[in-house]
């Protein structure tokens, strides 16, 4: 089993900047490809971006250049990371983090609540 725990959201005003963090512990070794997926009130929830174990990103097109994937690999914990930089009120929705083994099992964080407004 993998555990995931997301960081708080928040609320930031438009053109402002934050950093979500996901913490995945248990069965590490199976992940594959992590990546955090959101979903608005009243539409579908759709990929934000995502990591390969390979290091290979990719986004959606509504937030390239504005958000940034990372991970970093500790000895017993996999740390996900979303910077969001340059926020707009479209991006406000619940944000999950997420881990896809090889066998294409998905494990989900909690969600965290991220509003854009001023």
């Known amino acids: 089993q993998v555990q995931l725990v997301e960081s708080e959201g928040g609320l930031v005003q438009p053109g402002g900047s934050l950093r979500l963090s996901c913490a995945a512990s248990?069965?590490?070794?199976?992940?594959?490809?992590m990546g955090w997926y959101r979903q608005a009130p009243g539409k579908q929830r759709e990929v934000v971006a995502r990591?390969?174990?390979?290091?290979?990103?990719?986004?959606a097109d509504s937030v390239k250049g504005r958000f940034t994937i990372s991970r970093d690999d500790a000895k017993n914990t996999l740390y996900l990371y979303l910077q969001m930089n340059n926020l707009k009120p479209e991006d406000t929705a619940v944000y999950y983090c997420?881990?896809?083994?090889?066998?294409?099992?998905?494990?989900w964080g909690q969600g965290t609540q991220v509003t854009v407004s001023s």
């Open positions: 248990g069965n590490i070794f199976s992940i594959y490809t």
């Open positions: 990591i390969i174990s390979g290091g290979s990103t990719s986004y």
């Open positions: 997420y881990a896809e083994r090889g066998d294409r099992y998905i494990h």
